[in-house]
C-alpha cells in the first residue's frame, strides 16, 4: 500500500518524481505529495485525490528542483486530508515518505511534544520526521537517521531528505519494499520498479534493515547492523528489470482489468513454458534443491492472503487427489496468531503477487520460528521479498499486472500450484507416465480453451445488465470449483460494490436459501463434472423460490435455458484445469457489472495492490 519514489540527479527531477507516482497509482492510494530540495529549501506540494490533481499544483507553484522525494498515500492512521498527506515535514529541515506503520508511535508522539515538536497531522509518519530532525541536530543525516530507525517499532520503508544535506538522501526498510535505481549520475529510489523503468532498469532491491545513502554518483548501503550505528557496508546485487513499459500502458482497452483479462492466454502460456519445452514435470522447475526436499515432506501447509488463498483452497484439493499428500490451507493474517502444531517435514508453501504482501512474509517468518525450514515461494515478481526468504521458488510470469483486482496473477497462480501437485505425485511415484502426458496435453491445450471462455464476454456483457441495479448477489460452487465461486464473489464486490458471498452449493439449504429472491441473482459455477447432478438439484432449491439463476455450465453440462435460469456454455470440460476455465468468465462479469455501475474499475474505493501492512 501507498508508493514512494525519489531521485538524486543534476536535473530538475520533479517531472520524474510525478511521472514515477504516475505509475504507482494502481497500488492504491487517495492522496499525493512530493518535496523539493532547491535554494529555497524544502518546496512541498500535497493534494487529495489523484496525482493529476497534485500534478496542477506543482505546475501552478512552479515547483523545481535536484533532489526530491514523492509519495502516495493510501490512509492508516488520520483521515484523508492535504495535512495527514505525505511529505511530512519538521521544522522546515527535514523531509519524510513513509510506507507502512509505526506500532509504537504515540508513545514517541508523547516523548517529542515533551521535546518542543508540535504535530500537524495525525499520522504515525510525522513521528518520523520529528525524530530524524532531533537527532540531526547533532549528528548527520545517515547517523540520525539510523539512530530513529532503532527507536521504532513496526515496518517501514522510508525516504528521508534535509535542507542542511542538500546534495543526497538517505532511504531505509524494514519490512516493507524498496528498491534502488542506478542512473548515469543521477539515482533513484521507489518501492516498485515501475516507477523508475523510464530512468533506468539498473535496481537493486533493498534487504530487511538496510540503509543505503543516495547521492548524484552512486549510492553506498549499510546492512542490519545499520540501525543505531555506523553500520557495515554491504554489496547488494544489481538486477536488470525485465519489465517493459509496454506492459504498464493501456493500449487498446479502456482499462488495465480488461488488458489483463485478455492477456491470459499468453500469460499462462508463458508460465508453463519452461514444463512444456522440457516434456515433463520435473523438481528442478521449483530449484535446484526441490528433489531432496521433496523427498523430506509428508504434507503440505500453504499460507496466503485475498484472492492467493482462493488458489490454495483450489490447490488442496489437487495436492490431495493427485500427490496423495495432506494439505491445510491457513489466511495469512490468521495463521501467525494462534498456537498450531509444528511439523518440520511439513512443505511451507507462501503465495503472493507482489512477493511483499507483509501478513504472508510474516506468517512465513512465524513457520520457521516453529523450525519448519521446508519453504516453497510462487511469486509474480522476481527477486522480492518472500522468495528471497524461502528455500524454493516457482515464478509465475503473470507480466506486470496493474489492477487492483487480480486476474492474470490468479490464473498463473493456479498453472503453478497444479505444477506443484503433479510434480509431487511423479516424485512420490504416484504418477504414470500416460498420465503425465495426459496432464501435459491438459496444459498445453488450456491457452486456447481460455482464448474461447473469453470470446464469450459478449453474452457475458448482456448478462452484467442485470447485475448493475443489484444490491446482492450469492456464488454457488462444489468440489474443487467452490474457490472459483469465492474468487468470482470476492471480484464483484471489490469493483462494483455489489456485496456478493459465496457458498459451497450443497450448503444453500443450511441457512443461505433464506436470502434467495427475485433481487438475488444466483450464479452457480457448473461444470461436466461428478458433482454436476447435486449442483443441479441445489439450482432447482433456489429456482423453487422464485431466484433468478446464471449458469455457468460446459459445452457438454446439457442445461436447458428457460424462465429464470440462463446459461452460458464454456469450451468442453476440461477436467482436473477446469478450475483455471471458469476463472474467466467470473471475472468478466465482475468487469462489466462495474463498468455499468460507474465503478472505478482499476483503483476500487479502500483497495490497495501491493498490501504491506496488517
Known amino acids: 500500500m501507498c508508493g514512494i519514489v525519489g531521485a538524486v540527479a543534476s536535473r530538475n527531477v520533479v517531472s520524474t518524481l510525478i511521472e514515477g507516482l504516475s505509475r504507482l497509482e494502481y497500488r492504491g492510494y487517495d492522496s499525493a505529495g512530493v518535496a523539493i530540495l532547491n535554494s529555497n529549501g524544502i518546496e512541498r506540494v500535497r493534494a487529495v485525490g489523484r496525482v493529476a490533481a497534485m500534478q496542477e499544483k506543482v505546475i501552478d507553484a512552479?515547483?523545481?528542483?535536484?533532489?526530491?522525494?514523492g509519495h502516495t498515500r493510501w490512509a492508516t492512521h488520520g483521515g484523508v486530508t492535504e495535512s495527514n498527506a505525505h511529505p511530512h515535514v519538521s521544522k522546515g529541515e527535514i523531509a519524510v515518505v513513509h510506507n507502512g506503520i509505526i506500532e509504537n508511535h504515540d508513545e514517541q508522539r508523547d516523548r517529542l511534544k515533551k521535546l518542543g515538536y508540535e504535530f500537524t497531522s495525525q499520522t504515525d509518519t510525522e513521528v518520523i520526521a520529528h525524530l530524524i530532525h532531533y537527532y540531526h541536530?547533532?549528528?548527520?543525516l545517515l547517523a540520525a537517521t539510523q539512530k530513529a530507525m532503532a527507536e521504532l517499532t513496526g515496518a517501514f520503508a522510508i525516504g528521508v531528505v534535509s535542507v542542511k544535506e542538500p546534495e543526497h538522501m538517505i532511504t531505509a526498510r524494514l519490512g516493507c519494499p524498496l528498491l534502488l535505481g542506478l542512473g548515469e549520475g543521477e539515482n533513484f529510489i521507489a518501492s516498485d520498479v515501475s516507477a523508475v523503468l523510464s530512468v533506468t532498469r539498473k535496481v537493486i532491491y533493498l534487504e530487511d534493515g538496510d540503509v543505503a545513502?543516495?547521492?548524484?554518483?552512486?549510492?553506498?548501503?549499510?546492512?542490519r547492523d545499520g540501525f543505531g550505528n555506523d553500520g557495515v557496508e554491504v554489496t547488494r546485487k544489481i538486477h536488470m528489470s525485465d519489465v517493459s513499459l509496454a506492459s504498464l500502458e493501456l493500449g487498446p482497452y479502456a482499462h488495465f482489468m480488461q488488458k489483463e483479462i485478455h492477456e491470459q492466454p499468453r500469460a499462462l502460456t508463458d508460465t508453463i513454458e519452461a514444463l512444456i519445452d522440457d516434456n515433463k514435470f520435473s523438481s528442478e522447475l521449483f530449484g535446484k534443491a526441490a528433489g531432496e526436499v521433496f523427498s523430506k515432506i509428508d504434507s503440505v501447509l500453504i499460507l496466503a492472503a485475498g484472492t492467493s488463498y482462493y488458489a490454495a483452497l483450489t490447490a488442496k484439493y489437487w495436492l490431495e487427489s493427485i500427490a496423495k499428500l495432506p494439505c491445510n490451507v491457513e489466511i495469512a493474517s490468521e495463521y501467525r496468531y494462534r498456537q498450531s502444531v509444528p511439523n518440520p517435514k511439513q512443505l511451507i508453501v507462501t503465495i503472493?503477487?507482489?512477493?511483499?504482501?507483509?501478513d504472508t512474509m510474516e506468517a512465513l517468518k512465524h513457520a520457521k520460528s516453529l523450525g519448519q525450514h521446508l519453504t516453497l515461494a510462487i511469486c509474480n515478481v522476481q527477486e522480492s521479498a518472500i522468495p528471497r526468504a524461502s528455500q524454493l521458488v516457482f515464478y509465475t510470469r503473470a507480466g506486470a499486472e496493474i489492477g487492483v483486482a487480480s486476474t492474470k496473477a490468479f490464473t498463473t497462480q493456479l498453472v503453478a500450484l497444479f505444477t506443484l501437485a503433479a510434480t509431487l505425485a511423479?516424485?512420490?511415484g504416484l504418477l504414470s507416465i500416460a498420465q503425465e502426458q495426459e496432464h501435459l496435453t491438459a496444459l498445453r491445450?488450456?491457452?486456447?480453451?481460455v482464448q474461447f471462455a473469453l470470446n464469450l464476454e459478449p453474452?457475458?456483457?448482456e448478462w452484467a445488465k442485470r447485475f448493475a441495479d443489484k444490491e446482492h448477489a450469492l456464488f454457488l460452487g462444489r468440489g474443487v470449483h467452490y474457490p472459483i465461486a469465492l474468487e468470482g464473489a470476492l471480484k464483484l464486490k471489490e469493483i462494483s460494490y455489489i456485496h456478493a458471498e459465496a457458498y459451497p452449493a450443497g450448503e444453500l439449504k443450511h441457512g443461505p436459501l433464506a436470502l434467495v429472491d427475485n433481487n438475488m441473482p444466483v450464479v452457480v459455477i457448473a461444470p461436466n463434472d461428478a458433482l454436476l447432478e447435486k449442483v443441479k438439484s441445489n439450482m432447482q432449491e433456489v429456482k423453487a423460490r422464485g431466484g433468478e439463476l446464471f449458469v455457468f455450465a460446459d459445452a457438454d453440462s446439457h442445461f436447458t435455458e428457460s424462465e429464470g435460469v440462463h446459461v452460458i456454455r464454456t469450451p468442453?470440460?476440461?477436467g482436473v484445469l477446469s478450475p483455471i476455465l471458469h476463472t474467466i468468465p467470473v471475472q468478466m462479469l465482475a468487469y462489466h457489472a462495474a463498468l455499468l455501475k460507474g465503478t472505478d474499475v482499476d483503483k476500487p474505493r479502500n483497495l490497495a495492490k501491493s498490501v504491506t501492512v496488517e
Do not use: F, P
Request: aromatic fraction near 2%.
Open 572 to 574: 468442453r470440460h476440461v
Open 445 to 449: 491445450q488450456l491457452a486456447g480453451s
Open 137 to 140: 541536530q547533532d549528528l548527520n
Open 426 to 428: 511423479k516424485h512420490r
Open 62 to 69: 512552479n515547483l523545481t528542483g535536484m533532489v526530491g522525494i
Open 459 to 461: 453474452q457475458i456483457r
Open 213 to 223: 545513502d543516495i547521492r548524484r554518483d552512486g549510492v553506498i548501503i549499510y546492512g
Open 352 to 358: 503472493s503477487q507482489s512477493g511483499e504482501t507483509l
